[in-house]
């Protein structure tokens, strides 16, 4: 794809001022879709789009809409997920920073479309920046009429507010999200009911990735059947992935739905580094399983890396040569899970340490390891899914699966040795009881 | 009303029932530690995940609603290897402490355990997360954070029942910990019912802790006497000992809950001024006498004064801490008698009460008086002045401390004027030091009986412990008076009484033992 969309501040100098923007064509598709659509006709058109959504679970967009009840009393309310807080990911963070009226575009008409008066944007809390430049673009749209009351004379108001997040993974999750900005502790709420009938405040509410609603604007301009003709029709649209590893050049790329994992790899991104072998891709953020080199040539869309074994998550495509370890990246990630579990459920809130335990002995060679380890890892993961609250416990057994399965051999060498043979790691600190 | 099949039986339940709820109506438990009747649903435990036929994943009993057609199996091998794995994972960090936790013997860990996994430890000791142990909290709660499994019961009584919000999880992960919030202390009305909920040794009672095992012990329903709302309780209790009130379930009244004062008032049943023995005045004091020979002397005199002085010559003072049955005998005596009753009603001016269970009023029947009609307070002033003005020739004190009540003085004047004064009561105070007669008679723990809280329900007790010495129950010795002075069959128990007083007094037409169960039934005129 040559034209970028969400990517347009990387062609359009200073895109996040608000005359720079405009000067563009910004809000058009908001004042098009405020004067001429009503707000069921909106809905219909991101159904139509085929939009799913960017925030890892890939749920059609429209159809989370429809979910909202016909009629009601109670306000209904917008979360605008910014937490993006999955490792390996980078991408909301440049809209944020670099365009954050294209997230605004997107928030008015996803308002209008689901007949919300109030937005919030949550935002990890270590994007201070970015709250900052929210904020300002925030400021600037309300002294141009285009947020507050009666928006561009349309009749329709809305406010949006930044909150920003205290550093907790678990706040990114859409119901963990909702209490935080409740004012209590981040913890994901029991399901049902969802959030569409009962989130914020008890009323109504829907959370949308900042990738997903950036989305909604050019669909307004360019039609469903544009949106739905990139990629796979059943996951289509233009996509942010982001690289990180050892790649030539890591970063986001804004490439239709369905590129494969190889082209993004070797083409995109320049290829392994210093001219080492593929040895480990991790497609969708730490919590995804992770592919082998031999395992990249797929389509990097939700249901075909889903076919693949994996899952396409929040595209944090990590890529890892031969000099890793691949007991450490597991030991790396099991270790950032226990520390994020929230700690409500049983299998959830044991499980994370007691993985994580495991794979520090076997990277770390205290001598207590055995082979029988790996089997115990797989046995821990295995109980800890599908069996909790929120998903994060598949987040943390599934990589630790993947690993451990694929690179089985790996595994057990560490064992036998009582000791990594890869290069010598420094052991992270073990958590205070009392930290 | 769906229809739903659990474990190959089929049922049909009302709507909005969760499963765990439609299993439990078959009698079918699934195990499960956070969820609790009174409280939200956490869902957090994961111990009651069951197997419903075309879900993919196990779902949770505890928060999945009944629908049309569900098939549920609670014990099939996917149930299971679940219901192993969650207990696994909560014995890795859990100490090892069963034979020095005073809640072993009612741990739902230690029973789920046995019945469920038996599995050796693949966790290596040393690899456990250390927390702290034995934090007194509160006057009545002690907590051990390494036993805690996080099932937030105890938080979310303090936020939802209680709203005093003094315990909170801080930390995250298995790191986490029930803490108390920053500056409080866990010393509401209400602390107690933490401990009944905890499912685990992480909260007991500082009260209770290390006093007896609890499989040592037995347990009666019964009712708590010390306010007007009637909690309804088990004693535990062994060798003729009370070791602690627990709440009992009843919807209508205090739902799972009692307020710490209803629970520690079983030590009020076991003081150590407590009457053993029927005394009689000799020259100077007191003579221990037999019963015969006590109620014989009672009899006699209150006889002899009443033909002698005629109508009205006798007083009659009943406290709202008899039972109906006592009420309904006294009412008898007095009529043989020709006896003014009054009833007394006292509570400590001020007294603690709330909105919640808690009432000003400190007795337990003073509902229970007005529905035999009389009114409490009505009259007893009149009778302390006739008695004071040497206008009372005898005078019956039942389960009540007059001078503790009135102005002592006053009534101290009164007692001593009074050429015949009988004391029934539990205790040893200060009027029964004017007493010529002194008959010991049983606590509401001691012996079966009724009585009639505020909103007008009756609700049973039964006999948990043996009355010490030779106490016996009131109704045993008010019927013995009543058949003497009037004549009449013996009771054969306070049942036979309750059915006399249903027989006569409309508002408790129709009620019986068996009809009040073990939830009791409003009265007649309180249920219109
Ligand atoms: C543990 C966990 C963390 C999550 N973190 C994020 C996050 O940081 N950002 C995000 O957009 N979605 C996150 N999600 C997904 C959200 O729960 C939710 O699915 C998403 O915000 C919905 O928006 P979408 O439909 O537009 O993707 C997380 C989910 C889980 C289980
Ligand atoms: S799965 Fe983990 S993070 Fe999610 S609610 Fe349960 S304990 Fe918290
Ligand atoms: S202290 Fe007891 S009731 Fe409270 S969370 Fe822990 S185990 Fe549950
Ligand atoms: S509220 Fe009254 S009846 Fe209930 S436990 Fe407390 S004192 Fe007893
Ligand atoms: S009882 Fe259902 S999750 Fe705890």
């Given at each position: 794809m040559a034209e970028r969309l969400l990517l347009r501040c990387r062609d359009i100098p200073d895109l996040r001022r608000l005359d720079v923007y405009t000067a563009h064509g910004g809000y058009q598709a908001t004042r098009q879709a405020l004067t001429t659509c009503s707000p069921e006709q909106l809905v219909d058109m991101v159904k139509a789009s085929n939009l799913r959504g960017r925030g890892g679970a890939g749920f059609p967009t429209g159809l989370k809409w429809s979910f909202l009840p016909?009629?009601?009393?109670?306000?209904?309310?917008?979360?605008?997920?910014?937490?993006?807080?999955?490792?390996?990911?980078?991408?909301?963070?440049?809209?944020?920073?670099?365009?954050?009226?294209?997230?605004?575009?997107?928030?008015?008409?996803?308002?209008y479309a689901i007949r919300c008066h109030t937005a919030y944007i949550y935002i990890r809390g270590e994007f201070a920046l970015g709250a900052e430049r929210l904020e300002a673009a925030i400021a600037e749209a309300r002294s141009a009429g285009l947020l507050g009351r009666d928006i561009l004379g349309t009749g329709f108001d809305l406010d949006v507010w930044v909150h920003r997040g205290a550093g907790a993974y678990i706040c990114g999750e859409e119901t963990g999200l909702i209490e935080s900005l409740e004012g209590k502790r981040g913890y994901p709420r029991v399901k049902p009911p969802f959030p569409a009938v009962h989130g914020l405040f008890g009323c109504p509410t829907i959370v949308n990735n900042v990738e997903t609603l950036a989305c909604v604007p050019h669909i307004v301009l360019r039609g469903a059947d544009w949106f739905r003709s990139i990629g796979p029709e059943k996951s289509p649209g233009p996509k942010l992935f982001c690289v990180s590893g050892h790649v030539e050049r890591p970063g986001t790329y804004e490439l239709p739905m369905g590129t494969p994992l190889r082209e993004i790899i070797y083409t995109h991104a320049g290829g392994i580094r210093g001219g080492r072998k593929l040895k480990a891709v991790i497609p969708g953020g730490a919590s995804m399983p992770v592919f082998t080199a031999d395992e990249i040539d797929v389509s990097m869309d939700m249901d075909s890396v889903q076919k693949a074994g994996s899952f396409l998550g929040s595209a944090g495509i990590m890529v890892m040569d031969e000099t890793v370890c691949m007991v450490w990246a597991a030991f790396v990630i099991?270790?950032?899970?226990?520390?994020?579990?929230?700690?409500?459920?049983?299998?959830?809130?044991?499980?994370?340490?007691?993985?994580?335990?495991?794979?520090?002995?076997?990277?770390?060679?205290?001598?207590?390891?055995?082979?029988?380890?790996?089997?115990?890892?797989?046995?821990?993961?295995?109980?800890?899914?599908?069996?909790?609250?929120?998903?994060?416990s598949d987040a943390a057994a599934m990589p630790a699966r993947a690993f451990a399965t694929k690179f089985r051999a790996e595994f057990e060498q560490h064992a036998t040795l009582g000791r990594c043979p890869f290069r010598p790691v420094v052991e992270p600190p073990r958590r205070h009881a009392h930290a | 009303m769906p229809t739903l099949e659990i474990d190959g039986q089929r049922t049909e339940v009302p709507d909005g029932l969760t499963v765990i709820q439609a299993a439990e109506r078959l009698g079918i438990e699934i195990p499960h530690y956070c969820w609790h009747p009174g409280l939200s649903i956490a869902g957090n435990c994961r111990m009651c995940l069951v197997e419903i036929e075309k879900n993919p994943k196990l779902q949770i009993a505890c928060n999945t609603r009944v629908a049309d057609g569900m098939v549920v199996h609670t014990t099939n091998e996917k149930t299971k290897t679940a219901q192993r794995a969650v207990l696994e994972f909560l014995l890795i960090n859990h100490p090892i402490d069963c034979p020095v936790c005073d809640q072993a013997g009612e741990c739902k860990l230690q029973e789920y355990y046995m019945d469920y996994d038996r599995q050796r430890s693949r966790f290596p000791l040393p690899a456990k997360v250390r927390k702290k142990k034995a934090i007194p909290i509160g006057p009545l709660v002690m907590l051990d954070q390494e036993r805690c499994i996080l099932c937030a019961r105890c938080t979310r009584f303090l936020d939802e029942v209680t709203h005093t919000s003094e315990l909170a999880i801080y930390e995250r992960g298995d790191h986490c910990e029930i803490e108390l919030a920053p500056g409080k202390v866990l010393d509401n009305p209400y602390s107690g019912n933490v401990v009944d909920i905890c499912p685990v040794g992480a909260l007991t009672s500082r009260d209770f802790r290390f006093r007896a095992r609890v499989w040592y012990l037995e347990r009666a329903d019964s009712v708590c006497g010390a306010c007007a709302n009637g909690c309804n309780i088990e004693i535990y209790h062994r060798e003729g000992r009370i070791f602690r009130f627990q709440p009992r379930q009843n919807a209508a009244v205090n739902q799972y809950w009692m307020c710490d004062a209803g629970r520690l008032s079983y030590r009020d049943l076991q003081g150590e001024g407590r009457l053993t023995h029927p005394l009689v005045r000799g020259e100077d004091e007191f003579l221990p006498s037999t019963w015969s020979s006590a109620i014989g002397q009672v009899t006699g005199r209150l006889g002899d004064l009443a033909r002698e002085h005629g109508p009205g010559s006798v007083g009659i003072v009943v406290s709202a801490r008899a039972p109906n049955e006592e009420i309904f005998l006294l009412r008898r005596l007095g009529a043989a008698l020709s006896a003014r009753i009054a009833a007394l009603s006292w509570s400590p001016p001020g007294a603690f009460h709330d909105d919640f269970l808690v009432k000003a009023d400190k007795n337990p029947n003073t509902e229970g008086l007005r529905l035999q009609g009389l009114v409490p307070d009505g009259e007893v002033d009149q009778l302390l002045e006739a008695a004071g003005a040497g206008r009372l020739a005898a005078l019956v004190l039942h389960r009540t401390d007059l001078t503790a009540w009135r102005d002592a003085a006053v009534v101290r004047a009164a007692l001593e004027r009074v050429p015949c004064l009988v004391v029934l009561d539990t205790d040893r105070r200060e009027a029964s030091e004017y007493a010529d007669v002194v008959l010991p008679i049983a606590t509401y723990a001691e012996c079966d009986g009724t009585f009639t809280n505020h909103a007008g329900r009756v609700q049973r007790f039964s006999a948990a412990v043996s009355p010490p010495g030779e106490v016996r129950a009131g109704w045993l010795v008010l019927a013995e008076l009543a058949a003497r002075l009037a004549g009449g069959e013996p009771f054969a128990g306070a049942e036979a009484v309750f059915a006399a007083l249903a027989e006569e007094c409309a508002a408790f037409r129709g009620l019986s033992y068996s009809a009040l169960g073990s939830d009791g039934r409003p009265a007649a005129s309180a249920a219109t």
């Amino acid at each position: 794809m040559a034209e970028r969309l969400l990517l347009r501040c990387r062609d359009i100098p200073d895109l996040r001022r608000l005359d720079v923007y405009t000067a563009h064509g910004g809000y058009q598709a908001t004042r098009q879709a405020l004067t001429t659509c009503s707000p069921e006709q909106l809905v219909d058109m991101v159904k139509a789009s085929n939009l799913r959504g960017r925030g890892g679970a890939g749920f059609p967009t429209g159809l989370k809409w429809s979910f909202l009840p016909k009629q009601t009393a109670k306000p209904i309310y917008l979360a605008v997920n910014a937490d993006e807080s999955e490792p390996g990911t980078f991408k909301d963070r440049v809209i944020i920073e670099q365009d954050p009226h294209q997230l605004l575009e997107g928030i008015i008409i996803s308002a209008y479309a689901i007949r919300c008066h109030t937005a919030y944007i949550y935002i990890r809390g270590e994007f201070a920046l970015g709250a900052e430049r929210l904020e300002a673009a925030i400021a600037e749209a309300r002294s141009a009429g285009l947020l507050g009351r009666d928006i561009l004379g349309t009749g329709f108001d809305l406010d949006v507010w930044v909150h920003r997040g205290a550093g907790a993974y678990i706040c990114g999750e859409e119901t963990g999200l909702i209490e935080s900005l409740e004012g209590k502790r981040g913890y994901p709420r029991v399901k049902p009911p969802f959030p569409a009938v009962h989130g914020l405040f008890g009323c109504p509410t829907i959370v949308n990735n900042v990738e997903t609603l950036a989305c909604v604007p050019h669909i307004v301009l360019r039609g469903a059947d544009w949106f739905r003709s990139i990629g796979p029709e059943k996951s289509p649209g233009p996509k942010l992935f982001c690289v990180s590893g050892h790649v030539e050049r890591p970063g986001t790329y804004e490439l239709p739905m369905g590129t494969p994992l190889r082209e993004i790899i070797y083409t995109h991104a320049g290829g392994i580094r210093g001219g080492r072998k593929l040895k480990a891709v991790i497609p969708g953020g730490a919590s995804m399983p992770v592919f082998t080199a031999d395992e990249i040539d797929v389509s990097m869309d939700m249901d075909s890396v889903q076919k693949a074994g994996s899952f396409l998550g929040s595209a944090g495509i990590m890529v890892m040569d031969e000099t890793v370890c691949m007991v450490w990246a597991a030991f790396v990630i099991g270790r950032f899970f226990h520390h994020e579990s929230c700690g409500q459920c049983t299998p959830c809130r044991e499980g994370t340490g007691w993985l994580e335990k495991v794979l520090r002995r076997l990277e770390f060679g205290d001598g207590s390891a055995t082979a029988a380890d790996v089997d115990l890892l797989l046995n821990i993961a295995g109980n800890m899914m599908g069996t909790t609250i929120c998903a994060l416990s598949d987040a943390a057994a599934m990589p630790a699966r993947a690993f451990a399965t694929k690179f089985r051999a790996e595994f057990e060498q560490h064992a036998t040795l009582g000791r990594c043979p890869f290069r010598p790691v420094v052991e992270p600190p073990r958590r205070h009881a009392h930290a | 009303m769906p229809t739903l099949e659990i474990d190959g039986q089929r049922t049909e339940v009302p709507d909005g029932l969760t499963v765990i709820q439609a299993a439990e109506r078959l009698g079918i438990e699934i195990p499960h530690y956070c969820w609790h009747p009174g409280l939200s649903i956490a869902g957090n435990c994961r111990m009651c995940l069951v197997e419903i036929e075309k879900n993919p994943k196990l779902q949770i009993a505890c928060n999945t609603r009944v629908a049309d057609g569900m098939v549920v199996h609670t014990t099939n091998e996917k149930t299971k290897t679940a219901q192993r794995a969650v207990l696994e994972f909560l014995l890795i960090n859990h100490p090892i402490d069963c034979p020095v936790c005073d809640q072993a013997g009612e741990c739902k860990l230690q029973e789920y355990y046995m019945d469920y996994d038996r599995q050796r430890s693949r966790f290596p000791l040393p690899a456990k997360v250390r927390k702290k142990k034995a934090i007194p909290i509160g006057p009545l709660v002690m907590l051990d954070q390494e036993r805690c499994i996080l099932c937030a019961r105890c938080t979310r009584f303090l936020d939802e029942v209680t709203h005093t919000s003094e315990l909170a999880i801080y930390e995250r992960g298995d790191h986490c910990e029930i803490e108390l919030a920053p500056g409080k202390v866990l010393d509401n009305p209400y602390s107690g019912n933490v401990v009944d909920i905890c499912p685990v040794g992480a909260l007991t009672s500082r009260d209770f802790r290390f006093r007896a095992r609890v499989w040592y012990l037995e347990r009666a329903d019964s009712v708590c006497g010390a306010c007007a709302n009637g909690c309804n309780i088990e004693i535990y209790h062994r060798e003729g000992r009370i070791f602690r009130f627990q709440p009992r379930q009843n919807a209508a009244v205090n739902q799972y809950w009692m307020c710490d004062a209803g629970r520690l008032s079983y030590r009020d049943l076991q003081g150590e001024g407590r009457l053993t023995h029927p005394l009689v005045r000799g020259e100077d004091e007191f003579l221990p006498s037999t019963w015969s020979s006590a109620i014989g002397q009672v009899t006699g005199r209150l006889g002899d004064l009443a033909r002698e002085h005629g109508p009205g010559s006798v007083g009659i003072v009943v406290s709202a801490r008899a039972p109906n049955e006592e009420i309904f005998l006294l009412r008898r005596l007095g009529a043989a008698l020709s006896a003014r009753i009054a009833a007394l009603s006292w509570s400590p001016p001020g007294a603690f009460h709330d909105d919640f269970l808690v009432k000003a009023d400190k007795n337990p029947n003073t509902e229970g008086l007005r529905l035999q009609g009389l009114v409490p307070d009505g009259e007893v002033d009149q009778l302390l002045e006739a008695a004071g003005a040497g206008r009372l020739a005898a005078l019956v004190l039942h389960r009540t401390d007059l001078t503790a009540w009135r102005d002592a003085a006053v009534v101290r004047a009164a007692l001593e004027r009074v050429p015949c004064l009988v004391v029934l009561d539990t205790d040893r105070r200060e009027a029964s030091e004017y007493a010529d007669v002194v008959l010991p008679i049983a606590t509401y723990a001691e012996c079966d009986g009724t009585f009639t809280n505020h909103a007008g329900r009756v609700q049973r007790f039964s006999a948990a412990v043996s009355p010490p010495g030779e106490v016996r129950a009131g109704w045993l010795v008010l019927a013995e008076l009543a058949a003497r002075l009037a004549g009449g069959e013996p009771f054969a128990g306070a049942e036979a009484v309750f059915a006399a007083l249903a027989e006569e007094c409309a508002a408790f037409r129709g009620l019986s033992y068996s009809a009040l169960g073990s939830d009791g039934r409003p009265a007649a005129s309180a249920a219109t």
